[in-house]
């Protein structure tokens, strides 16, 4: 028999009863879908924000009456646009999820949840942060390997990728029949397209960021979508097989990935000193911390 633990039940029974975020602890999941037989519709947009290059992906169930959507990775400076881009497609924001704790910009969950001023609304309702537990940051839900995201009857599988943070985890479309066609993985920066996230600080590690993508991504189905969560080259999708030939770094094998990453050289992130300390907090340092 399944078993699966709830999160978040005052959350739960405020939404259809298979929009819900659930942990199976078997290996497999059950969900109890009512949205008809048919495969659910996703929604999904690819979102740039050009000071950070950094990419925030909104993915909806567009089959559920209600249209759960959520966002992975949004940046403060422009959670404006993205939620005015939820409200214009009909879609309910239930989650706010980041990849890690970002060096480089401020995550947009804090800002999401407590309000947005283009649209004059003083709290979107619903709206859960997630990060994983391994973090160490705030937010409302922690996530830990294994664990399913639902949105709708889509989900998201939780990867551990750490490497670029100790924290940092991949969230990979679901396989089964329902899923979306081919997988899509969010890969944070733990992979980049043709490069990768830098090792050099907030706990990174090299050998353990080649560990990660061998075994968490490059174990995927080739074609498998990758979407990073920035890009510094103009890219804007990948593929496991095309990164497994042509990643210049994660290609290689691991020793000549060590000494490439140990020879990167570069700068630190300008916003590092006030991203990371925001980020721990979900972005809202001057908020209490019911906000995250
Ligand atoms: N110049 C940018 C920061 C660029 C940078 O360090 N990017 C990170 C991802 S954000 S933590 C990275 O891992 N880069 C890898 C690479 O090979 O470029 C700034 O000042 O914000
Ligand atoms: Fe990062």
Do not use: W
């Amino acid at each position: 028999m399944l078993r699966f633990r709830l999160f978040e039940a005052p959350f739960i029974q405020s939404f259809k009863p298979h929009t819900f975020l659930i942990r199976a602890q078997m290996g497999s999941y059950s969900t109890t879908s009512s949205s008809a037989q048919n495969s659910p519709k996703l929604v999904f947009r690819q979102l740039f924000e050009k000071e950070s290059s950094t990419y925030t992906y909104l993915l909806a169930d567009a089959s559920h009456p209600q249209k759960p959507a959520l966002l992975i990775d949004p940046v403060d400076k422009t959670a404006d646009r993205d939620l005015a881009l939820v409200k214009e497609l009909g879609l309910k924001l239930i989650y706010a999820i980041n990849t890690h704790v970002h060096a480089d910009h401020v995550t947009g969950s804090g800002l999401i949840k407590v309000g947005l001023k283009l649209l004059n609304l003083t709290k979107f309702p619903g709206v859960r942060s997630i990060i994983s537990k391994a973090s160490n940051a705030k937010a409302d839900i922690f996530v830990e390997p294994g664990d399913k995201i639902y949105f709708g009857d889509i989900f998201l599988e939780v990867r551990a990728t750490p490497g670029h943070t100790l924290g940092c985890v991949t969230y990979v479309t679901g396989d089964g029949p329902n899923q979306p066609q081919p997988r899509m993985a969010f890969t944070g920066d733990a992979l980049l397209i043709r490069g990768c996230g830098r090792t050099d600080f907030q706990g990174g590690s090299s050998d353990k960021l080649y560990d990660s993508v061998h075994s968490q991504i490059f174990k995927l189905p080739k074609d498998t979508l990758l979407y990073p969560a920035h890009d510094y080259k103009g890219f804007t999708v990948s593929t496991v097989g095309e990164e497994m030939l042509y990643n210049p770094r994660l290609s290689k094998d691991k020793e000549t990935f060590k000494n490439i990453m140990q020879n990167l050289n570069l700068s630190y992130p300008k916003m590092m000193d006030v991203a990371v300390p925001a980020n721990m907090v979900c972005g809202l340092q001057e908020t209490k911390s019911e906000a995250c």
